[in-house]
C-alpha cells in the first residue's frame, strides 16, 4: 500500500477537523428538547421545529467560522511541508482584521496551528490517527500540544472579549466556558483512542 501525497494528507487533515467542529458545535449549541405535549400542540410542535432548525443552521455557522484560521493554518502548513517555507505572516496578519490587542495571541495561535500540520504532513499514515501518532509518538507529547493550543485558544478568545454590558457579557462567558471545556474534553477523548 502506497503512503497518501501530500493533498490526500490535507485532505484526511480538514476531514478531521470539520469532524472536531461540527462534535464542538452539538457540545456547545445543544438542541431543545422535545416534549410530549408538543405533539399535541400543532403550534407549538411548528415553533420546535423552528427552535431546532435555528440551532442546526447555527451549529453549522460555528463550525464554519471554528474552520477558517484552521483551514488558513493549513493551507500555509502544505506549502511548508511541500517547499520547506515559512508562512507569509505579514499578508495573514493584514487580512485577518483584527484589533491589535489580539494580533499577538493570533499570531501565536495560528503559528502553533502550521506546526502542528507540517507535522502531521510530514508524518506516516493513513489517515490522522496514524498521522497523530508518528507526529507525536506519545499520549503525553499529544497532550501537551493540546494543552498548548487550548492556552493559545483562550488568550485569544480573551483578547477577542469585547466590551459589552454585564447582561450580554454573562452570555458570552458561558459560550466561551463551555467551548474551553468541551475542547478540552473533546481533545482528551480523541488522544486516548489514538494513544490506546
Known sequence: MTLPKLSEKKALILEYEERFAFDLSREVLESPKMSFWMILIPLFLLYHVYRVRRVVEGRKGFAKNYLITRKRALEESLSLADKAGSPNLQTI????NLPEKAKG???????LLVEHYADLLRSYGHDVPSLILSAYKSRTNYLLFLNRLNKAEKALT???RPDTPKCAAADIDFIVKAMEISTERLGRQRAELIFK
Not at 496578519?93 to 485577518?96: A, K, L, W
Request: proline share 7%; hydrophobic share 50%; charged share 35%.
Open 93 to 96: 496578519m493584514r487580512d485577518s
Open 105 to 111: 495571541p493570533f499570531k501565536e495561535l495560528f503559528l
Open 158 to 160: 480573551d483578547a477577542l
